[in-house]
């Protein structure tokens, strides 16, 4: 599996910008896929954003679509959600995940720890 550490989160007020990060040492970065998901207390976790290995191909929840940006470094192996116009719904506790090219959570056998988002109104 792949170890990845997610940071950037925080607390922002609704209207804001943050980026998250996640980052692997592993120098098998680049063969996997990279997704983004979210889970607030009480519900499913859900897709957020994901991309491609190369970074040519990226996919969007419809909740996030024009808002939220996925991006990767494979020389530096990091990949980033900027998140922008942020909303109170955004708030959850935000993965990383490596895997294969897909919506599905269990196309991601590798997961980070998670960090925190809180968007206040």
């Given at each position: 599996q792949v170890q990845l550490v997610?940071?950037?989160?925080?607390l922002v007020q609704a209207g804001g910008s943050l980026r998250l990060s996640c980052t692997s040492s592993?120098?098998?970065f680049s063969n996997y896929a990279m997704g983004w998901f979210r889970q607030d207390p009480g519900k499913e976790r859900e897709?957020?954003?994901?991309?491609s290995r190369s970074g040519s191909m990226t996919f969007y929840a419809d909740s996030v679509k024009g808002r939220f940006t996925v991006s990767r470094d494979n020389a530096k192996k990091f990949t980033y959600l900027q998140m922008?116009?942020?909303?109170?719904?955004?708030?959850a506790v935000y993965y990383c995940a490596a895997g294969s090219y897909?919506?599905?959570?269990?196309?991601?056998?590798?997961w980070g720890q998670g960090?925190?988002?809180t968007v206040s109104s």
């Amino acid at each position: 599996q792949v170890q990845l550490v997610e940071s950037g989160g925080g607390l922002v007020q609704a209207g804001g910008s943050l980026r998250l990060s996640c980052t692997s040492s592993d120098p098998t970065f680049s063969n996997y896929a990279m997704g983004w998901f979210r889970q607030d207390p009480g519900k499913e976790r859900e897709i957020v954003a994901t991309i491609s290995r190369s970074g040519s191909m990226t996919f969007y929840a419809d909740s996030v679509k024009g808002r939220f940006t996925v991006s990767r470094d494979n020389a530096k192996k990091f990949t980033y959600l900027q998140m922008n116009s942020l909303k109170p719904d955004d708030t959850a506790v935000y993965y990383c995940a490596a895997g294969s090219y897909s919506v599905r959570q269990q196309d991601f056998p590798s997961w980070g720890q998670g960090t925190q988002v809180t968007v206040s109104s």
